[in-house]
């Protein structure tokens, strides 16, 4: 029978990439026994690895697909398909950035800046294709971990990657410029992508997974209103497309159906209400697909 063989990222994403594969149907187990966890579809072989290592074995073909982030596909030079952008991390689902931070009182505050300095960084080859095209020749050395505290002393700057900027405030560090914006992504192997079973079962994995962060944040709504109201609501509902309007038994009544952002509810409800909306019920979604 052939297998899909998947790699899963170990570490900081490792137990939401769990969540997001159980929403989506597929149950992953022992990971936290094994670096090969079983996942309830015999056609799926998963094993778990650092998202750094990643690109380079889907690249390799040793891994059929897997999910890494843009910023090691970059790092590892990886030449892989990028068949789906999923947007989510260990906490938020907002794209990560390394940036280039000094300390507070540098007189470090551009890239030009750069020349001649240490840059402490994980992403070494990232961060010398960044001076080599600002036309920079600087020090790039690995940083095997705890690079906030590296500057002064062990280094004029440090490459490093952030969500909000929180941690690099609290080490007094101050951000100079974007290297790179990165976000979760599911690559294939390309002689992988090239074989009809391998791709199928790939695609239909990143349709799920899609359809599981498309549906965050959003709720179905359902309503009932008058006929000589209903303008009034379509005026008020946003949809993804145009609210479902079915008859009911009463011809001078309509059923809606649409979609929204959870957050606005709590100031479009009142005003349904006000509009002659009945019957307004809320219910949470597991996945959309557009």
Same mark, same amino acid.
């Given at each position: 029978?052939?297998?899909?063989?998947?790699?899963?990222?170990?570490?900081? @994403?490792?137990?939401?990439?769990?969540? @997001?594969?159980?929403?989506? %149907?597929?149950?992953?187990?022992?990971?936290?026994?094994?670096?090969?966890?079983?996942?309830?579809?015999?056609?799926? !072989?998963?094993?778990?690895?650092?998202?750094?290592?990643?690109?380079?074995?889907?690249?390799?073909?040793?891994?059929?697909?897997?999910?890494?982030?843009?910023?090691?596909?970059? !790092?590892?030079?990886?030449?892989?398909?990028?068949?789906?952008?999923?947007?989510?991390?260990?906490?938020?689902?907002?794209?990560?950035?390394?940036?280039?931070?000094?300390?507070?009182?540098?007189?470090?505050?551009?890239?030009?800046?750069?020349?001649?300095?240490?840059?402490?960084?994980?992403?070494? %080859?990232?961060?010398?294709?960044?001076?080599?095209?600002?036309?920079?020749?600087?020090?790039? !050395?690995?940083?095997?971990?705890?690079? !906030?505290?590296?500057?002064?002393?062990?280094?004029?700057?440090?490459?490093?990657?952030?969500?909000? $900027?929180?941690?690099?405030?609290?080490?007094?560090?101050?951000?100079?410029?974007?290297?790179?914006?990165?976000?979760?992504?599911?690559?294939?192997?390309?002689?992988?992508?090239?074989?009809?079973?391998?791709?199928?079962?790939?695609?239909?994995?990143?349709?799920?997974?899609?359809?599981?962060?498309?549906?965050?944040?959003?709720?179905?709504?359902?309503?009932?209103?008058?006929?000589?109201?209903?303008?009034?609501?379509?005026?008020?509902?946003?949809?993804?497309?145009?609210?479902?309007?079915?008859?009911?038994?009463?011809?001078?009544?309509?059923?809606?159906?649409?979609?929204?952002?959870?957050?606005?509810?709590?100031?479009?409800?009142?005003?349904?209400?006000?509009?002659?909306?009945? $019957?307004?019920?809320?219910?949470?979604?597991?996945?959309?697909?557009?």
């Amino acid at each position: 029978m052939p297998v899909l063989r998947l790699g899963l990222p170990k570490g900081s @994403l490792e137990n939401t990439t769990f969540e @997001l594969f159980a929403k989506a %149907g597929y149950k992953i187990e022992g990971a936290s026994r094994s670096y090969y966890p079983t996942i309830d579809d015999p056609e799926i !072989e998963c094993v778990l690895l650092r998202a750094q290592e990643m690109a380079r074995y889907v690249d390799e073909g040793i891994l059929d697909a897997g999910l890494t982030g843009l910023d090691w596909i970059l !790092e590892n030079d990886a030449e892989v398909v990028e068949v789906a952008e999923l947007v989510y991390g260990k906490v938020g689902r907002r794209p990560l950035r390394w940036v280039v931070a000094v300390p507070q009182d540098s007189p470090i505050h551009s890239p030009a800046d750069l020349q001649g300095k240490r840059i402490a960084t994980e992403a070494v %080859g990232m961060t010398r294709r960044y001076l080599e095209k600002h036309g920079v020749q600087a020090m790039v !050395e690995f940083s095997w971990g705890a690079t !906030e505290v590296k500057p002064p002393y062990l280094a004029d700057a440090i490459v490093e990657i952030t969500e909000t $900027g929180s941690s690099l405030r609290a080490n007094n560090l101050r951000i100079v410029d974007t290297v790179c914006t990165t976000t979760t992504r599911f690559i294939a192997n390309k002689e992988a992508w090239r074989d009809s079973f391998k791709r199928s079962k790939i695609e239909r994995l990143a349709m799920m997974l899609q359809g599981v962060l498309a549906a965050e944040k959003k709720v179905g709504l359902m309503l009932n209103i008058h006929k000589d109201n209903l303008d009034r609501v379509l005026g008020i509902l946003p949809a993804l497309h145009k609210p479902t309007i079915s008859s009911l038994a009463d011809e001078n009544w309509f059923a809606l159906m649409t979609i929204v952002d959870e957050a606005l509810i709590r100031d479009i409800a009142p005003e349904l209400i006000e509009a002659g909306a009945t $019957g307004i019920v809320e219910y949470t979604l597991n996945k959309i697909f557009y």
